[in-house]
């Protein structure tokens, strides 16, 4: 007898994997049915629920679930406090202030955040951009640059929290994609090298990448053995273990492993630089006391690092929230964002934000809720207040190694190549954000970062493209007469589309445009239909222009009409016609209704006829 083994095909495979596929969503609806469900039954107000995400998740929570998040748990713990540490270096902070940031601000995202995959804590981003937003204005003042610091991490808070109530999450969309890009690739190559010092075991200048780079230079003949040899063998075993073995908890390793080494063979009294001593402290609340013009100057800083660290934080939500088919709520997120690191500074942390490394370790961990984050949270307590103390032996090298594994991301070359093969001009302005970061430093490349993005979007806002437009047989919309030039043009008739919404920034530029249109045309125009499609209300600029453009078409003997008008446009030009403003008065709802009436008007000859009769 033979038993023929039979495999599935390519297409059947296919079929299978959209089989499954089909199968998670229908079971995410009914999970989401059945919470809705067992909300209803235990009474859960809607109204709390909404503010207080919590209230919805946890009373429903499903305790299969629950082996699954503290794994999740432990495993972003192993990852997130040994960075933490390390990034309080970078803040200028110590030790403790990233623990006692790793323990408020997932507790506070856990609360009031809407992904479940999400983990608020410390960040090399965030560690560096609070370091240069606070070191100038504490620099007569050394004593409160925590105190400082932990404020920041307030105002950012409050920040968020303004931006949530205001539902203005759309905020995160006015840095550009380029230039964000550039602007991460600086601050990556910046944190870099300022943590080569402690590598090389080398002292090392405050300032820009190009004065740091200049002092790392001249101070290369001062490497000390001991600590490069520590420290680059922790980079590679890094990178190593992170390409290879993903799932281990590599920062804990090296820490631990560093830690037995400096401790085996007395290497901290042969001139390896070691954290030091460690105290115990119990993670309490204390509101950080103050200069409050000091603070007041942090506000543009805090606004710049609101905006990216929104834009960040809610792109890697977004990203897990599809994979697992669920919702989150962006404005939401800016508040649980607020509370994460207003909480982070209350208990005497720094700023805190949505880390996608550590975001990626607990989805790769299996977490299924924001549980995980509530375990993070008090592993990150329970470290504070029994494990500091094991960190005493621990190398800078090795803290400096983390840190430059954690930034290599930012560093995206290919990123920057994508952008270059797609927009130059944009690679251009990329190159703007990158170069500012290098040489002005951290804090004005992260403002030029803000501005230059503003100035893209009031420039394409300002200065739409006005496209000449032919109706589409059989249709009643209209296309491009560049991209269809065989379709037929109606004499008399020039339709003329702006490509973006009309307001007050750009009413005078469509304007222009649309005459300037008629003038390139060389063919006379009895109407000119202005397609408003893109458009879903006229503010009083706007009306202003189109009373204006009209009374222009009128001295070359063409009306102007109004297409696509929807039902806040239609009411705008009645109370501006009301108000004695010479508007408009041919207003259509598509380009087909407007066409039909153009055809259907009297010729010139008989209108002319008309009058003289």
């Known amino acids: 007898m033979h038993i023929v083994l039979s495999l599935p095909s390519d297409r059947m495979r296919s079929k299978d994997r959209r089989a499954m596929a089909c199968d998670r969503r229908f079971t995410g609806v009914c999970d989401i049915a059945g919470i809705a469900t067992r909300r209803a039954h235990l009474g859960i107000p809607m109204q709390l629920e909404r503010y207080l995400p919590i209230a919805g998740w946890l009373p429903t929570y499903d305790r299969s679930w629950f082996r699954a998040d503290l794994f999740a748990g432990l495993t972003v713990w192993a990852l997130v406090v040994p960075q933490a540490i390390a990034y309080a270096q970078i803040a200028g902070l110590p030790p403790q202030a990233g623990v006692f940031a790793s323990f408020a601000a997932p507790l506070g995202y856990a609360l009031f955040g809407t992904s479940r995959q999400l983990i608020c804590s410390p960040t090399s981003a965030t560690a560096a951009i609070s370091a240069a937003l606070v070191a100038p204005v504490v620099v ?6 925590a105190a400082m610091s932990a404020a920041l991490a307030i105002l950012c808070g409050i920040a968020f929290l303004v931006l949530g109530r205001l539902k203005l999450g759309f905020v995160s969309q006015f ?3 380029a230039v964000q890009t550039g602007f991460l690739c600086g601050l990556g190559l910046t944190i870099t090298m300022g943590q080569l010092f402690k590598v090389f075991g080398i002292a090392g200048d405050e300032g820009p990448f190009y004065k740091q780079a200049w002092s790392f230079a001249r101070h290369l003949n001062q490497t000390h053995g001991w600590t490069l040899a520590i420290g680059a063998g922790a980079f590679v075993a890094l990178v190593l273990l992170n390409r290879f073995m993903p799932r281990l908890p590599a920062a804990l390793i090296m ?5 037995a080494i400096v401790t085996i063979f007395d290497l901290a009294d042969k001139g ?3 954290v030091g001593t460690v105290d115990r402290a119990i993670p309490t609340p204390a509101i950080p006391v103050v200069d409050l013009g000091a603070l007041l100057t942090l506000i543009p800083g805090a606004l710049a690092i609101v905006m990216v660290g929104y834009s960040e934080s809610i792109s890697v939500a977004k990203r897990f929230a599809d994979e697992h088919n669920y919702h ?3 404005n939401q997120e800016l508040t649980a964002l607020g509370v994460s690191s207003a909480l982070g500074g209350l208990f005497q942390g720094f700023i805190t934000s949505g880390g996608a490394s550590q975001s990626a370790a607990n989805d790769r961990s299996g977490a299924r809720s924001q549980m995980a984050s509530i375990i993070l949270a008090l592993l990150a307590a329970l470290t504070s207040i029994a494990l500091m103390p094991f960190f005493e032996n621990l190398p800078q090298a090795v803290l400096a190694a983390i840190v430059i594994n954690a930034v290599m991301g930012f560093v995206n070359i290919a990123a920057l190549r994508r952008v270059r093969a797609l927009r130059r001009d944009s690679f251009a302005l990329a190159l703007i954000a990158l170069a500012g970061v290098l040489v002005l430093g951290i804090l004005p490349g992260l403002l030029i970062t803000v501005a230059i993005s503003i100035l893209i979007l009031l420039s394409r806002i300002g200065r739409p493209n006005v496209t000449e437009t032919v109706p589409l047989p059989g249709s009643d919309t209209a296309v491009g007469l560049a991209n269809h030039p065989d379709l037929p043009i109606q004499p008399g008739l020039v339709i003329l589309r702006p490509d973006m919404l009309a307001v007050f920034a750009n009413a005078s530029w469509i304007r222009d445009e649309v ?7 060389g063919r006379p125009a009895q109407v000119v239909l202005l397609d408003l499609g893109a458009t879903f209300e006229l503010d009083i600029t706007v009306l202003e222009a ?12 063409a009306e102007l009409w109004i297409s696509t008008a929807h039902a806040n446009v239609r009411r705008d030009l009645d109370r501006a016609a009301q108000a004695g403003l010479a508007v408009p008065d041919q207003i259509f709802d598509t380009v087909g209704h407007a066409v039909v009436a153009f055809e259907a008007r009297p010729s010139s000859t008989d209108r002319q006829d008309s009058s003289e009769g």
């Open 515 to 521: 005459i300037a249109n008629v003038d390139r045309l």
């Open 255 to 259: 820490v631990g492993l560093s830690i």
């Open 140 to 145: 007569d003042r050394p004593q409160d640059f």
């Open 272 to 274: 390896v630089d070691v």
């Open 175 to 177: 840095i550009a994609s």
């Open 328 to 330: 989150i709520r962006p």
């Open 546 to 557: 189109l009373a204006g453009l009209a009374r222009d078409l009128s001295q070359q003997n």
